[in-house]
């Protein structure tokens, strides 16, 4: 349906949507136009493609459980996010595969991901947040708090979860923002994956030889073990290693971008309890979504939904900054409350493909936000809100760069 | 209240062992979900119904009355 839809779509509404620059926290003015006007909404994606946008928090959750809703990147019809060629495989591990493929895979890879495993490495991560504060206060009393704690300090967790050296974090960290950013030329985005690609394999390699008590470890044995190829394996780790320091790098800088812009809810943080925190990470979480682009599916049957039928081919997004603006389910959906206790947030996703590492993104964001603002009471923004770098083009939402002094 | 998981379902995001501690672990090797008690003590049944809430892939069914 994709080829004569494509020719019909130019009176639809684009979706992504340009955000308000007076309303940086906000989802785009556009795409809150449409959820106001129903769950389900026929929208034109930057390549032409109609698909349908979800804008209900209830709506989505109900498709994201449904596996008549393909993630499969190989599917004819599943949106692809920008023009090009159709992958003949996923080139990000198992996110773009579905069950029981998917399961498979993400199974062999969980285990440092479990809510214990994690709490575990609680004394590491709040070593690695005193030590950036440390390096942070010894110098001048200015900083970029992206480069100087947000990005270091999940890169510094992945890398020794996953096995990759923390040396190599220029050429690592240069790649996956290029692979992540929507406005990077194909040609780059390629060079940028396949870079990653090829580094992710000579380490899977290594292990093989020299093996740790890491994830790459545990791949490479099972490459030997006949259970993946090498192939799928360094692929795996792309994933886990953009995933991994991306994502909380940003809700690390935007939500301190946001708490000094609502200076009460802040001194809430710095004043609170773990429990004060925990809720706050989590409101901070709804109430910023960095995953700003939509959820990519396509429909494999017909599926009733919210009054309207989703054909069987039909490309469906879904818009989980909208979603966690739902005033159905949260009251006053569009204030920053940090004792909301938000816990049914879709920040993370919904259903089997729902974010692996979210408890480890939980106790990252509440070491840092519980550290942070504690030892540096006197932070703020060195230059006008307005005037910060938002990533309008990223995949995720944040700042490129976030001057603060104190 | 009666509980039951679905390990083939689940996909180990850890929201019930979050939520529901006593209730609910994971194992170690692949996040699959532990079923501690299946019949937990009334003071467990709030974490239990919102464990059961926001399990991304629907994997426990909560029995209210057995």
């Known amino acids: ?406 | 209240m009666k509980i039951t998981v679905d390990e083939d379902k689940c996909c180990g995001a850890g929201q019930c062992a979050l939520i529901a501690p006593e209730v609910f672990d994971q194992r170690d090797e692949d996040g699959v979900v532990v079923l501690l008690d299946a019949a937990p003590g009334e003071e467990h049944h709030g974490a239990v119904r919102e464990s059961a809430q926001v399990c991304p892939a629907a994997a426990i069914t909560v029995d209210e009355d057995a």
């Open chain 1, 1 to 406: 349906m994709t080829d004569t839809a494509a020719t019909n779509t130019a009176d639809l509404p684009e979706y992504p949507a340009p955000r308000d620059a007076a309303c940086p926290f906000d989802p785009a003015p556009a795409a809150r136009a449409e959820q106001a006007a129903g769950a389900l909404r026929r929208v034109r994606m930057p390549t032409g493609q109609a698909v349908w946008l979800v804008t209900g928090h209830a709506e989505q959750r109900t498709l994201l459980g449904d596996a008549r809703l393909s993630s499969d990147v190989t599917n004819e019809n599943y949106p692809l996010p920008v023009d090009r060629p159709r992958p003949e495989e996923s080139s990000v591990g198992f996110i773009l595969m579905d069950d029981p493929e998917h399961a498979r895979l993400r199974r062999m890879v969980a285990s440092p991901f479990t809510v214990k495993r994690v709490q575990a490495l609680r004394p590491a991560v709040q070593r690695i947040v005193d030590e950036r504060i440390d390096a942070m206060l010894a110098g001048p009393n200015r900083a970029d708090l992206v480069q100087d704690f947000a990005l270091p300090v999940p890169s510094l967790v992945i890398c020794e979860l996953l096995g990759v050296p923390y040396a190599d974090y220029d050429f690592f960290q240069r790649n996956s923002a290029a692979v992540i950013n929507r406005d990077t030329p194909l040609p780059d985005r390629d060079a940028a994956m396949g870079a990653l690609f090829s580094y992710l394999a000579g380490l899977v390699d290594d292990k093989a030889g020299s093996p740790a008590d890491d994830v790459l470890s545990g791949l490479a044995q099972r490459v030997r073990d006949g259970e993946i190829d090498r192939n799928e394996a360094a692929k795996i780790g792309v994933l886990l290693l953009i995933a991994g320091h991306e994502t909380t790098a940003n809700m690390i800088a935007l939500g301190t971008v946001a708490l000094l812009e609502h200076p009460a809810q802040l001194e809430r943080v710095r004043e609170g309890d773990e429990a004060t925190v925990a809720s706050a990470v989590e409101e901070l979480l709804r109430y910023l979504t960095v995953i700003q682009s939509g959820l990519r599916r396509v429909a494999l049957e017909d599926i009733e939904v919210a009054g309207e039928t989703i054909r069987a081919g039909d490309g469906v997004l879904l818009g989980l900054e909208l979603g966690n603006r739902d005033a159905r389910v949260f009251e006053d959906p569009d204030t920053l409350d940090v004792h909301r206790g938000a816990r049914n947030h879709s920040a993370f996703g919904f259903g089997v493909h729902q974010c692996l590492g979210q408890q480890l993104a939980r106790m990252e964001l509440q070491v840092a936000y519980g550290t942070l603002y504690k030892r540096i009471p006197s932070l703020k923004l060195a230059v006008d809100a307005a005037e910060l770098p938002f990533k309008h083009d990223g995949q995720v939402y944040g700042v490129y760069e976030l001057p603060v002094t104190w």
